[in-house]
């Protein structure tokens, strides 16, 4: 089974609108941690936000906030007020604290914004 | 200390050759990974080292791949007798874990692009 799965190859929104990227994740761990990164076609990814297992409340940096619905095991990234340099590939991953270091990838989610 | 830095980020190669990559963490990070990321998926974990010893690695890591950080600072990841099917980015990430490190993110540098004729 997928560790990580990002459903939406493929996203457009229009330039200072809202957009959610969807992510959910299979893993019986109950310590791990969700990460959201953002890949420009330069090809360097960067991070954006972290969400912790047990954290109580969601996560938040800037205009990036992860809305974190445990039960149902969904991580999706919010960007508020998109900008243009907004427009890459995000990619939601996963690290589980008890089965190793690696982390686990989605295949990414290609984020256009519009003027 | 201006991030992790790989090298060389394009290289050609005709099938059969060798080639080297080379990535250099940030210089206080104590883990370094090694990822391959082809076109249209997510970055695909290789190995990953804890200063200089290397802890895990991947089953996409054929014998013609090998990974070394020698001193615990910079990394080398060398593919022999590459194959069309290696053509990747290869991406290095470095991060620190430790008691108070937290979430342990990882940093990635820009990739180092293979393209094998």
């Known amino acids: 089974a997928q560790k990580i799965t990002q459903t939406q190859p493929g996203m457009f929104v229009q330039e200072k609108e809202a957009v959610t990227l969807d992510c959910t994740y299979d893993t019986s761990d109950p310590s791990y941690g969700l990460f959201w990164y953002k890949q420009p076609s330069s090809g360097e990814m960067i991070f954006l936000i972290y969400?912790?297992?047990?954290?109580?409340q969601n996560a938040t940096e800037g205009r990036y906030s992860l809305n974190f619905q445990k039960a149902r095991k969904s991580a999706n990234l919010v960007i508020s007020a998109s900008q243009l340099g907004d427009s890459a590939m995000y990619f939601c991953a996963m690290r589980e604290a008890n089965t190793g270091n690696q982390f686990y990838f989605g295949t990414g989610t290609s984020l256009t914004v519009i003027p | 200390d201006t991030g992790v830095s790989q090298d060389p980020r394009h290289k050609i190669t005709k099938r059969g050759q060798n080639v080297t990559f080379r990535c250099d963490p940030i210089s206080e990070h104590n883990r370094l990974y090694w990822y391959r990321q082809t076109l249209g998926q997510g970055p695909e974990f290789l190995t990953y080292?804890?200063?200089?010893?290397?802890?895990?690695k991947s089953r996409l890591l054929s014998d013609r791949f090998s990974a070394e950080r020698p001193k615990g600072s910079f990394s080398t990841l060398e593919i022999q007798r590459t194959e069309q099917g290696d053509s990747a980015m290869y991406l290095c990430?470095?991060?620190?874990?430790?008691?108070?490190?937290?979430?342990?993110?990882?940093?990635f540098g820009a990739g180092s692009r293979l393209t094998v004729l």
């Open positions: 969400q912790g297992s047990y954290d109580q």
């Open positions: 990430a470095s991060s620190l874990v430790g008691r108070l490190s937290g979430a342990n993110v990882l940093t």
């Open positions: 080292f804890q200063n200089e010893a290397q802890l895990e």
